[in-house]
Structures are given as C-alpha cells and as structure tokens.
C-alpha cells in the first residue's frame, strides 16, 4: 500500500461467525484489511470464529444483530452507538436483517459512513430482501446473482452492482494434491466399505436441497449400469437433521446400494477427501449464487458433475464443460458420470477465482467508494 493511500476504518455487519461463504468471505476481507494497513471492525453475535478473526488483527464487537425476533430492533441504538464510537469510513453488510440494522442505525450520524452490502444468496425477491440492494455499491458473488437482482428490482441501477465472485486460497487446495499414505490409512479404516472402488463426494448440509437423492439413484443408475463405485455424502448427518438422514437411509436400502454409501458429520479434511475422491457432485436442485465446491475441486484437479443451473452452471461452463448436466435428468446424469469415471477430460491449473482476486477486488471498490 503506497504512502498516499487513505487508511479506512471498515466495519463488517453478520449475524454470527460460527461457519458458512458469507462468514468466510468476511474473514476473508478482514484479513486483506489488516494486511493493507486498514483497521477492520466486524459485528456480530460472536462464534467460533472470532478466535481466528481476532488473531488475524481485526476487532470483533458482540452484538446480536441477526436473530430474527422483534427483541433484535432493540439494537439500533447499541449499534448506533458502537459505530459513533468507532467513526467507520464504510459500514459493509453482508446478510438482511444486519443489513436493516444498520441501515437503520446510519441515521442521523455525522459524518454518514458510507453503506455497502454483499448478496450472497439468491433470496426470495420483496422488501425485506431489498435492503442488500441498497448500498451504495451492492457487491454480487456471481454474474448469475447480478442478474436475479436486476431481474427482481427494475429500480436497481446496474452501474452500482459489481461482480466480484468468491474466491479460494490455491495454496489451501493446491493442484494435484494427494493425501499422505498415513491419512489414507486411517480413512479407510474408519470406512472400509469406500474402498476398493472409484469413489463419488458430494459435499453439503442434510437438506434435500443439495441433491442427496439425486447422488444416491446416480450411485443405483451406475450399478445397473455394471459399472461399480461408492458414493460419500459428506457432512449430511447434523443434529436435528435425524428424520432426513433416516428417509436418506431408507433409499439407499431400497435401491440396494446400502453397502456403497457412507454418510458423516462435517468433517475438517475435506482437501483430502475432495483429493481422493474420483468425482465430486454439486447435484443442488435449487439454483446457488455461486458455487465454491467446484472451485475447490477445479483448484484440486478432480472433475466435478453438476447440475447447469445458477452459480454451479455458470462455472462449469467457464471452467469444466464436460461436467454440466441438465437439472434433473437422471439419464444424462449417469450417461456423464459413466463418462467421467472412464476419462475425464484434463483440468488446467485455477488462473481466476482466486482469494487474492476477490481480497484485491473489494479492496478497490472500498478506496472507489470513499473517493467518491
């Protein structure tokens, strides 16, 4: 950073740092501050990742300002309060409700910091999503989140949204990467039935959203098919999850694959997991705004399937053609999965995507808005 440039206070609005993209990015953003010289304020109800926000020289303020419930609108004024003390050049909000909090709390205060938001998720389109719209620069994680917003808002004027995709650190997912020979042991001993067969991930939540159903009649289509192989749903067992897992279980035993599936809890070698994994699926049947498995698994070098709709489509398309498959056609589905498992076509290393091009990104649109 030259010696000119102004040194900025930005404070970061999010309803909680346990985990999820949005929290990441903003730790993301924190630590790109911290490294240019600025000072870097975020607000939220606290979580497990403040210990590391905290560490990476950044200042976390506790405040409940995401919880849905009329209690949380009590907090403008401690918010107002907070950013009067701090006098932030940008107030940065990253979710809706922390969102209209400050907002709110911006109200009267001199001088106005200025009010920039992110939108992360494709949310349903009204008033209460509205206010992420409203920044002075509304910073989009896709070309297909810029598009739902423009399209849901005729009131939005285009020159304030800015593409600014997610990206991953090539070093946390370098290419070609392959577990040690220790790490591989003990896997296989806690899950021996994924041995000895190409190996099918598909990485998210336990909601049926993320396509767990798809994977499992793909993980069938491909027996019938005589072609053998084992499916991971990692990270799908969660508490209060039970009943979905249980329905998971029940198809898996109907289908007869009970013996090729394993699901987990969230687990923290996904690098290695994703390494060892012969394809990795993004099977959402609702359209992402972006899509960081993919990138994640690109940046590895292993192929990914995905559905080619929303975020996931759109990088696929950039970045890995063969993996695009309409969404919802069984057929096509295990047609390219038995394609990919025979040869997959050659993935080059990440030239875009990266954290440094999304820290370097927003860095610029920060010193853009306080020029102004």
């Given at each position: 950073?030259?010696?000119?440039?102004?040194?900025?206070?930005?404070?970061?609005?999010?309803?909680?740092?346990?985990?999820?993209?949005?929290?990441?990015?903003?730790?993301?953003?924190?630590?790109?501050?911290?490294?240019?010289?600025?000072?870097?304020?975020?607000?939220?109800?606290?979580?497990?990742?403040?210990?590391?926000?905290?560490?990476?020289?950044?200042?976390?303020?506790?405040?409940?300002?995401?919880?849905?419930?009329?209690?949380t609108?009590?907090?403008i004024?401690?918010?107002?309060?907070?950013?009067?003390?701090?006098?932030?050049?940008?107030?940065h909000?990253?979710?809706r409700?922390?969102?209209?909090?400050?907002?709110?709390?911006?109200?009267?205060?001199?001088?106005?910091?200025?009010?920039?938001?992110?939108?992360?998720?494709?949310?349903?389109?009204?008033?209460?999503?509205?206010?992420?719209?409203?920044?002075?620069?509304?910073?989009?994680?896709?070309?297909?989140?810029?598009?739902?917003?423009?399209?849901?808002?005729?009131?939005?004027?285009?020159?304030?949204?800015?593409?600014i995709?997610?990206g991953?650190?090539?070093?946390?997912?370098?290419?070609?990467?392959?577990?040690?020979?220790?790490?591989?042991?003990?896997?296989?001993?806690?899950?021996?039935?994924?041995?000895?067969?190409?190996?099918?991930?598909?990485?998210?939540?336990?909601?049926?959203?993320?396509?767990?159903?798809?994977?499992?009649?793909?993980?069938?289509?491909?027996?019938?098919?005589?072609?053998?192989?084992?499916?991971?749903?990692?990270?799908?067992?969660?508490?209060?999850?039970?009943?979905?897992?249980?329905?998971?279980?029940?198809?898996?035993?109907?289908?007869?694959?009970?013996?090729?599936?394993?699901?987990?809890?969230?687990?923290?070698?996904?690098?290695?997991?994703?390494?060892?994994?012969?394809?990795?699926?993004?099977?959402?049947?609702?359209?992402?705004?972006?899509?960081?498995?993919?990138?994640?698994?690109?940046?590895?070098?292993?192929?990914?399937?995905?559905?080619?709709?929303?975020?996931?489509?759109?990088?696929?398309?950039?970045?890995?053609?063969?993996?695009?498959?309409?969404?919802g056609?069984?057929?096509?589905?295990?047609e390219?999965?038995?394609?990919?498992?025979?040869?997959?076509?050659?993935?080059?290393?990440?030239?875009?995507?990266?954290?440094?091009?999304?820290?370097?990104?927003?860095?610029?649109?920060?010193?853009?808005?306080?020029?102004?």
């Open positions: 950073m030259t010696s000119s440039a102004k040194l900025l206070t930005v404070v970061q609005l999010i309803p909680a740092l346990h985990s999820g993209g949005a929290e990441r990015s903003a730790l993301e953003i924190a630590r790109a501050l911290v490294a240019a010289g600025h000072r870097s304020v975020v607000v939220s109800a606290g979580g497990r990742m403040v210990k590391q926000l905290e560490a990476e020289g950044s200042e976390h303020v506790t405040l409940d300002i995401g919880s849905k419930s009329l209690g609108l009590t907090r004024g401690a918010l107002r309060r907070v950013l009067k003390q701090l006098a932030p050049d940008i107030v909000a990253r979710s409700l922390p969102a209209w909090i400050g907002w709110l709390a911006l109200r009267g205060l001199k001088p106005q910091p200025h009010f920039v938001t992110t939108v992360h998720g494709l949310n349903s389109p009204g008033q209460y999503s509205s206010i992420l719209l409203r920044g002075e620069r509304v910073i989009a994680v896709s070309q297909t989140m810029r598009d739902y917003a423009l399209s849901h808002y005729s009131w939005l004027n285009p020159s304030r949204v800015r593409v995709p997610r991953i650190d090539p070093e946390a997912f370098p290419y070609g990467h392959r577990p040690d020979d220790a790490w591989f042991r003990s896997f296989f001993a806690e899950y021996p039935t994924l041995d000895g067969a190409p190996l099918l991930t598909l990485p998210g939540r336990g909601t049926r959203l993320k396509g767990h159903h798809d994977a499992i009649n793909l993980l069938a289509d491909l027996k019938q098919r005589g072609i053998e192989a084992r499916l991971l749903l990692l990270g799908v067992i969660e508490p209060g999850r039970e009943d979905y897992v249980a329905e998971l279980r029940q198809l898996i035993r109907s289908r007869g694959v009970h013996d090729q599936v394993v699901l987990t809890e969230p687990r923290e070698d996904i690098r290695d997991i994703y390494a060892m994994s012969t394809l990795i699926l993004q099977l959402s049947i609702k359209p992402e705004s972006f899509g960081r498995t993919v990138i994640e698994a690109l940046s590895l070098c292993r192929p990914v399937l995905g559905y080619a709709h929303g975020g996931v489509g759109e990088l696929l398309a950039e970045l890995y053609p063969a993996g695009r498959v309409p969404l056609d069984r057929e096509k589905l295990a390219r999965a038995a394609e990919l498992l025979r040869v997959a076509p050659p993935i080059s290393p990440l030239q875009s995507y990266r954290l440094s091009d999304m820290q370097q990104a927003t860095l610029a649109l920060y010193a853009e808005v306080t020029s102004s």
